[in-house]
């Protein structure tokens, strides 16, 4: 059986988020409510363009473009797609896929055009009636791979004229509603307004799913509570460290209901020792820890947990508990990335607080055109010192053009993590 996906829908007017396409009210930062959509369960996310010029356009792309940047689910892109040019700089903007509308005439071509082109399956086609369907069935086998489905009420009719997988969308909450929909063979997820909605508990939904048979991309994990060695009081604890940068978050605890509670919501959820209570953390402070992985030690007497930190983790506004230091010993960085980091926030930091006689400050006194004209030398440096057979002296310069690359990556307002983030995607 095929997995099926909860898709979520966004909406794009001028760059912002806003509620639907006859609804131009903004509403939550559109980064914060991706990564949300990215932590909770989501599987995937259509975000339709609802520009009318291609100044608005270009701004709608660019904001899909800092969006893939920080997700790791799939996006899907649809709205004022008029050519062969549209489609590219969505896949350029990191999106898997594109949706074109069906209702358009242009389409057709631009379906077959950018199938040929970039690959059937990066084509999604959204259709509002059974009538184009029943005319173009062949056509759409060979060039789209699944289709948006507007009315649910066609389902019937779409299953018996042609196999094409498909997700639809829905204004029912009712579970059954959703479980009958999902037992389709054909169909490969819903989507609908309570998905959108930030107080859906996707992971649950998942869950429920899954114990009525449906596949669906949640936990399922390899231990269960009896596995585990509690301690004396019935308790794991639980060591947390942020997923991206491996930074310790804190130290909690879980008895059997808070392990079983944070499998099937996604989000951390510990026994507190001092209130006698299960508790989700962040439910009080909008601090929510979504779970990435749960890895069990040696002994199967303490949990890993990776998640994603949404704000702070510590109560005094820390954002780790671990800031009271004890002892420290200097040493020297070894850390590819955190070296890279180190440096890039002392160029940083040269700009903000200019220093006198600072090489980096002179060269940001001088401008762009210094910066570029250095780092042009430093490329070539590198390419002559590849010719020496003796590893030292690339290594010199390849070191020597980072240096002078990070200036210009701070001059630009351009971070390692943007970069990282943009290589993951190649």
């Keep these: 059986m095929e997995t099926k996906n909860i898709v979520a829908t966004l909406y794009l007017k001028d760059g912002k988020a806003v509620k639907s396409t006859n609804d131009f009210t903004e509403i939550e930062d559109v980064y914060q409510l991706c990564q949300m959509y990215n932590d909770s369960g989501i599987d995937k996310i259509v975000i339709l363009d609802l520009s009318t010029d291609d100044d608005?356009?270009?701004?709608?792309?660019?904001?899909?473009k800092n969006v893939n940047r920080n997700l790791e689910i799939k996006v899907c892109a649809g709205g004022n797609i008029n050519r062969i040019e549209d489609i590219k700089k969505l896949l350029y903007a990191g999106c898997m896929q594109v949706m074109l509308n069906a209702a358009k005439p242009s389409?057709?071509?631009?379906?077959?055009?950018?199938?040929?082109?970039?690959?059937?399956?990066?084509?999604?086609?959204?259709?509002?009636?059974?009538?184009?369907?029943?005319?173009?069935?062949?056509?759409?086998?060979?060039?789209?791979?699944?289709?948006?489905?507007?009315?649910?009420?066609?389902?019937?009719?779409?299953?018996?004229?042609?196999?094409?997988?498909?997700v639809v969308k829905t204004d029912s909450y009712e579970y059954n509603d959703i479980l009958e929909l999902l037992s389709r063979e054909n169909i490969r997820g819903i989507t609908g307004p309570f998905i959108n909605e930030t107080t859906t508990n996707i992971m649950q939904l998942k869950s429920e799913l899954s114990a009525n048979g449906i596949k669906m991309d949640n936990f399922a994990p390899d231990l269960t509570w009896d596995d585990f060695k509690p301690n004396a009081d019935g308790l794991v604890p639980v060591v947390v460290q942020d997923y991206r940068t491996d930074e310790v978050l804190m130290l909690a605890y879980m008895?059997?209901?808070a392990f079983n509670t944070t499998i099937n919501l996604g989000k951390m959820t510990y026994y507190s020792r001092s209130r006698q209570e299960l508790w989700i953390k962040g439910e009080t402070s909008g601090h929510y820890q979504y779970v990435k992985a749960l890895t069990a030690d040696c002994d199967y007497d303490t949990i890993l947990a990776k998640v994603s930190q949404v704000g702070v983790a510590c109560h005094t506004g820390k954002p780790t508990c671990?800031?009271?230091?004890?002892?420290?010993?200097?040493?020297?960085?070894?850390?590819?990335?955190?070296?890279?980091?180190?440096?890039?926030?002392?160029?940083?930091?040269?700009?903000?607080?200019?220093?006198?006689?600072?090489?980096?400050?002179?060269?940001?006194?001088?401008?762009?055109?210094?910066?570029?004209?250095?780092?042009?030398e430093e490329s070539t440096e590198i390419v002559i010192a590849a010719k020496n057979p003796d590893p030292e002296e690339i290594k010199y310069e390849i070191s020597d053009f980072l240096y002078h690359c990070m200036v210009l990556m701070v001059e630009k307002g351009v971070t390692w993590e943007e970069i990282t983030q943009e290589l993951s995607q190649r």
């Design 322 to 376: 671990f800031h009271n230091n004890i002892v420290k010993k200097e040493y020297i960085e070894k850390n590819p990335l955190k070296v890279l980091e180190d440096v890039y926030d002392i160029i940083k930091d040269r700009k903000a607080n200019p220093k006198e006689g600072s090489y980096t400050n002179y060269l940001f006194d001088k401008g762009i055109d210094k910066i570029l004209k250095k780092l042009g």
């Design 255 to 257: 008895n059997e209901e």
């Design 56 to 64: 608005e356009h270009e701004k709608n792309i660019n904001t899909i």
């Design 107 to 166: 389409s057709i071509g631009l379906a077959e055009e950018a199938g040929k082109r970039f690959g059937k399956d990066r084509i999604v086609l959204s259709v509002h009636n059974v009538d184009f369907i029943f005319k173009h069935k062949s056509y759409i086998e060979e060039t789209v791979h699944e289709l948006y489905i507007i009315n649910p009420k066609i389902l019937d009719a779409i299953d018996n004229l042609s196999n094409i997988p498909y």
